[in-house]
């Protein structure tokens, strides 16, 4: 179970307040056919904190189109991918 994660709207408001350092997509362990999106605030040492939806504890995209779109649509400009 994810002990701690963001919600989009506070990711948003994150990405708006230039607190966001780092933003990491990743496939889900043991289901390479979905994808996740954490991200890193404050030193680059941080741990990386995974995108959770309002009823789950982690957001997951079934393609690297669809995270582009939701990273879009939250203002991040950017992200890099670890397969």
């Known amino acids: 179970m994810i002990g701690e994660a963001i919600q989009s709207e506070t990711l948003k408001a994150l990405v708006s307040q230039h607190a966001v350092r780092e933003a990491v997509v990743g496939r889900v362990a043991g289901d390479d056919s979905k994808w996740t999106l ?40 950017g992200f890099t991918v670890e397969l």
């Not at 690297?64 to 879009?72: E, S």
């Open 38 to 77: 954490s991200i890193r605030l404050g030193s680059p040492t941080a741990r990386l904190v995974p995108v959770r939806s309002r009823r789950e504890p982690l957001r997951t995209w079934a393609s690297l189109t669809a995270v582009g779109r939701f990273a879009d649509a939250v203002g991040l400009r």
